[in-house]
């Protein structure tokens, strides 16, 4: 098995295996979160379960800013955890429904996706997760979604002893490659501040996880190209990359509503996808090629809502030609 490695601080070097030699289920040549989880659990039928752990966002209560992103709205991601703060009642509803849903399931991993859940202090973090290791029946792993700017000291090793624990995976949402569009988005951080966050955990026990997205405004028509080779560059181990959608209850409902802001077609994400897909080293794999709301958040087109066509549509290979170019003529801007 091939691999890549980086050394990265601390005298560390971080490997990663590359799934080259292993048979890709996705479309269009991409490596899957369904490939890696078939190679690390051999055999396996592995389901990610969303937990919601109750954590705030230092975008939202006024650490860092008020607000939050432009775009963001959080009922998108975990819209039936409100109310529900006790996790062990959240795992074992979540594993019942999974099961209803999928059939067998051999294990699931915690998955802690809304809010900031690294934005606390060690002894907070070292509470939650521990325990939820402790007490979890069918747990074979975790997943932490969080911001680069919520790793207080003590947080990178907690996390690199936790990943010696447990097949652990910290997801870090970037955005854009632009600190222009970081600003203009209400993001809070600045890509620096990014960089600082990967070379923190990036050579440590777990998988690195970034989320990117393509459609925002005012990211340039280079932003798949730029963005996939700067993924390229560091110790990543997978990727999320989201299409711009327009959910209510965000400051960009307002810009949507009143004509300012239009998000990308269907045609022109295909288009930025595959460039940025095509930049990305062969060991790295896609968790996420596709991002969805509810019908009750959703504004806009909602082509997005049905994966399986796009998917499909991203296997077919190029765009058809009346549509060539995608993102290279089509970034959206927000008027004034």
């Known amino acids: 098995m091939k691999g890549a490695s980086f050394h990265r601080g601390h005298g560390q070097k971080y490997i990663l295996f590359s799934l080259v030699d292993s048979e890709s289920s996705s479309p269009w040549g991409y490596r899957s979160y369904r490939d890696y989880l078939a190679q690390r659990f051999p055999g396996k039928v592995v389901r990610k379960l969303c ?3 109750g954590f705030s966002c230092p975008n939202l209560d006024g650490t860092l800013g008020i607000g939050g992103c432009t775009f963001c709205n959080n009922r998108g991601f975990v819209p039936d955890a409100k109310g529900r703060k006790d996790l062990r009642e ?20 915690a998955y802690f996706q809304a809010f900031s859940n690294t934005h606390g202090p060690v002894e907070k973090l070292k509470g939650l997760y521990g325990g939820a290791m402790e007490g979890f029946d069918e747990c074979w792993g975790m997943s932490i979604s969080t911001r680069p700017d919520c790793l207080a000291e003590g947080v990178p090793e907690f996390l690199e002893e936790l990943g010696k624990r447990t097949f652990l995976t910290v997801e870090l949402g970037l955005q854009s490659d632009r600190d222009e569009v970081l600003k203009n988005i209400n993001r809070g951080h600045d890509v620096a501040c990014f960089d600082r966050a990967v070379n923190d955990l990036g050579n440590r026990s777990f998988d690195l996880c970034v989320h990117v997205m393509l459609g ?10 730029r963005m996939g080779q700067k993924l390229a560059s560091l110790p990543v181990r997978s990727l999320k ?80 030609s ?15």
């Open 241 to 320: 990359v989201h299409n711009l959608h327009i959910m209510r209850g965000t400051a960009m409902a307002k810009d949507f509503e009143e004509g300012r802001l239009l998000p990308l077609s269907k045609e022109a994400y295909l288009d930025g996808l595959r460039r940025l897909i095509a930049e990305l080293r062969p060991d790295q794999f896609c968790q996420r090629v596709i991002a969805d709301a509810p019908d009750r958040l959703l504004l806009g087109d909602s082509w997005c809502q049905d994966k399986q066509a796009f998917l499909k549509d991203l296997g077919a290979g190029e765009v058809p």
């Open 90 to 109: 959240q795992w074992e509803r979540g594993k019942e429904k999974l099961r209803q849903r999928h059939g067998e399931i051999d294990g699931f991993i």
């Open 216 to 225: 925002l405004p005012g990211e340039g028509d280079d932003a798949p190209e």
């Open 51 to 53: 937990l919601e752990a």
């Open 322 to 336: 009346e549509n060539a170019g995608g993102l290279r003529v089509s970034t959206p801007t927000i008027q004034p």
